[in-house]
C-alpha cells in the first residue's frame, strides 16, 4: 500500500477493527477465560481450572438438560424439513407465474422477522387451557372440556420452535432448487425418467446443500432458543438457554454459566464448520 | 408439463397447509386483540377496542416502547456509520486478518444470542459499564453489525469499477467520488439494512435481557409480563407491532433485492 492509501484504508478502518476487537472479540475472549475461573463473592476469581467443565458434564442435572435440548433441536430441524421441503419445491417447480412466486416467497420470510417474541406467544394463547385450539374442540363436541395437556410440555415447544424457524429452512431450499438447471430435468424426463425418480435421482441429490444449510441454521437457533422454553415449555422444558438464564441471575454463578455459553459456543462453531465441509463435499459441479 | 401426479399434488396441499400454519397464529393474535373477553377461547365475544385503550394507558408500556424506539435508533445509527465503513474497506483493500474480521462481525449473526448477550455482561462488568440502556445500545449495534456489512458489500460487489476510475481520472477526489458515484449506488442497501437493523433490534431479546438494567424494552416488559400471565393487552400491542413490522420489512426487502439495472 502507498502511504496514501494506507492513509485512507486506516481512516475507513481504524473504528470498525477496534469497535469489533473491543466489543466483540475481547468479550467473547473473557466470557471463555471466566468459563475457567472459580465462583467466589460477589462474582468470582481468576483462577485456572476445569471443575466447571467436570460438572457440567459430570452433573446429570446438566447432563440431562444438554441431552434434552439436543434432542428437542433435532426434532425441530426434522419437522422444519418435513414442512419446508414441500413449501420450497412448490414455490420453485409449481408456481409458473414470477410474480405470484416472488409473492409467495416474500409471505415465507416475511413472519421471519415480525416479532419473534410474539410469535412464540401466539402458541400460548393456542394451546392454553382456556385457549382456541380447546375451544374448538369442546365447541365442536370433540371433548367434553378443555384439555390441558397442550401446552407445558416438550410437543408444544416443538411444534413452536418449527414454527419459529420454518423460514430458515424454506430459504437456502428456495435458493438451491431455483438454481437447479431446468435441462437437467428435462433431460431426466427424455431419457424416459418418470417425474418421481427424476425428483429423487436428480432434484434431491441437487438440493442436498441447502437441507444441510437449512438445518444446521435451524438447529443451531433452536438449541439456543431462550424464550420458547419460558412460554410454553413448562418444568419438563428446561434447554440449555435457560439453565445458563439462571446461572447469571438466580444461582449467579457466572464461572460455570460461562462454561455452559463456551459449550454452546463450540458446539454451534463446530456444527457450522461441519455443515459449510458437508456442503463443499456435496456440491456438484454444474458449469 | 402434464398433470400433477398424486404425490405432486401432496406436495401442493403440504404447502398451502404450511403457508396457512405460518399465518393463522398471526391472525389469531390480532383477532384475539378485538375480542371483547378476557379469555383466548372461541366463540368470540364482540368487538372491542378496550385493550387498545388499556395499552395506551399502561404507562410502563409506553415507557418500554419508547425505550426501545430510542435503543433501535441509537443502535441502528451506530451499526450503519461503523458497518459502512467497514464494508467499504472490506471491499476495496487487502489486508492480513481480513478474513478472520469479516467472521468475527458475522459471528453473533449465526450464534445463538443468549452466549453473545452473556459474553457481552461479562465484559461490560470487567470494565465497569453498568447495566443500562446505554450497555443495550452498543450490544445491539455491535451483534446488528454484521447484517449491514454483508448487505453493503454485497452490493459493493456488484458496483461497476469503471465508474470508480473514470470519476478519479477526471480529477474526483476520492471523497467526491464517495459521495457521487458509489454512495448514490449503494444508498438502497444502508436503507434496507438500516431497516432490518431497526427491525431486529426492537425484536431483540437475549442480548438486551442481560445488558439492561432498570429501564427495559418493549420485548422484555412483555416477556416479563408473560411469565406471571396473559392479559389481551398483549394482543393489542403485539398487534400494533405486527402490523409495524410488516410495513417495515416490506420495505426493507424491496430495498434490498437486485435492481436489474445496476
Known amino acids: 500500500m502507498t502511504r496514501r492509501t494506507l492513509a485512507s484504508f486506516l481512516a475507513l478502518f481504524s473504528l470498525p477493527l477496534a469497535w469489533v476487537l473491543l466489543l466483540l472479540v475481547v468479550p467473547y475472549a473473557i466470557m471463555i477465560s471466566v468459563g475457567f475461573w472459580t465462583r467466589q463473592f460477589p462474582l468470582f476469581h481468576p483462577d485456572f481450572q476445569f471443575g466447571n467443565y467436570v460438572q457440567i458434564f459430570s452433573d446429570p442435572q446438566y447432563t440431562t438438560v444438554i441431552v434434552r435440548t439436543l434432542k428437542i433441536a433435532t426434532f425441530v430441524t426434522l419437522g422444519a424439513v418435513i414442512l419446508g421441503y414441500p413449501l420450497a419445491y412448490f414455490l420453485v417447480f409449481t408456481v409458473r407465474s414470477a410474480a405470484l412466486r416472488n409473492l409467495l416467497y416474500m409471505s415465507v420470510i416475511v413472519p421471519l422477522w415480525v416479532s419473534y417474541l410474539l410469535r412464540a406467544y401466539t402458541w400460548k394463547i393456542i394451546l392454553g387451557t382456556d385457549g382456541a385450539l380447546n375451544s374448538l374442540l369442546v365447541s365442536t363436541g370433540i371433548v367434553d372440556a378443555p384439555l390441558d395437556i397442550f401446552l407445558y410440555n416438550q410437543t408444544a415447544m416443538v411444534i413452536t420452535l418449527v414454527y419459529i424457524f420454518v423460514p430458515f429452512m424454506v430459504m437456502p431450499l428456495f435458493t438451491v432448487l431455483d438454481n437447479i438447471p431446468r435441462r437437467l430435468i428435462e433431460a431426466s424426463e427424455d431419457l424416459g425418467v418418470g417425474p418421481f425418480m427424476t425428483f429423487w435421482k436428480v432434484i434431491f441429490p441437487l438440493s442436498l446443500g441447502g437441507v444441510i444449510a437449512g438445518a444446521t441454521m435451524t438447529f443451531c437457533l433452536a438449541f439456543g432458543d431462550f424464550v420458547a422454553p419460558v412460554l410454553v415449555g413448562g418444568p419438563n422444558g428446561t434447554m440449555v438457554a435457560n439453565l445458563l438464564q439462571t446461572q447469571f441471575g438466580t444461582a449467579l454463578n457466572w464461572p460455570l454459566g460461562s462454561a455452559l455459553a463456551t459449550v454452546v459456543l463450540a458446539l454451534v462453531l463446530v456444527l457450522l464448520q461441519l455443515s459449510m465441509r458437508l456442503d463443499r463435499a456435496g456440491r456438484v459441479d454444474l458449469a | ?262
Not at chain 2, 396473559?230 to 430495498?255: K, M, Q, R
Open chain 2, 1 to 262: 408439463m402434464n398433470a400433477l401426479r398424486w404425490w405432486q399434488k401432496g406436495m401442493v396441499g403440504v404447502s398451502l397447509a404450511v403457508l396457512a400454519f405460518l399465518y393463522l397464529p398471526i391472525v389469531i393474535l390480532v383477532v384475539f386483540s378485538f375480542n371483547d373477553s378476557k379469555v383466548t377461547s372461541f366463540p368470540l365475544a364482540g368487538f372491542t377496542l378496550h385493550w387498545y385503550e388499556a395499552f395506551l394507558s399502561n404507562e410502563q408500556m409506553l415507557r418500554a416502547l419508547s425505550n426501545s424506539l430510542v435503543v433501535a435508533s441509537f443502535a441502528t445509527a451506530l451499526s450503519v456509520v461503523i458497518g459502512v465503513a467497514a464494508a467499504l474497506a472490506l471491499d476495496r483493500y487487502e489486508f492480513p486478518g481480513k478474513r478472520l474480521f469479516q467472521n468475527a462481525i458475522l459471528l453473533p449473526l449465526s450464534l445463538p444470542g443468549i452466549v453473545t448477550g452473556i459474553a457481552m455482561l461479562n465484559f461490560y462488568k470487567q470494565i465497569g459499564i453498568p447495566q443500562s440502556l446505554t450497555a443495550v445500545v452498543i450490544g445491539h449495534a455491535t451483534a446488528l453489525l454484521g447484517v449491514v456489512v454483508s448487505q453493503v458489500m454485497a452490493r459493493l460487489a456488484k458496483l461497476n469499477r469503471r465508474q470508480l476510475e473514470a470519476s478519479a481520472d477526471l480529477g474526483a477526489t476520492s471523497v467526491e467520488t464517495f459521495r457521487r458515484v458509489t454512495l448514490p449506488a449503494i444508498r438502497s442497501s444502508i436503507f434496507g439494512s438500516a431497516l432490518l437493523c431497526f427491525t431486529l433490534s426492537f425484536d431483540e431479546i437475549p442480548v438486551t435481557y442481560f445488558l439492561t438494567g432498570r429501564e427495559v424494552t418493549l420485548p422484555i416488559y412483555i416477556y416479563s409480563t408473560l411469565r406471571r400471565g396473559i392479559t389481551p393487552e398483549i394482543n393489542a400491542v403485539g398487534t400494533v407491532i405486527v402490523a409495524v413490522s410488516f410495513v417495515l420489512i416490506i420495505l426493507s426487502v424491496t430495498l434490498l433485492r437486485d435492481r436489474r439495472e445496476s
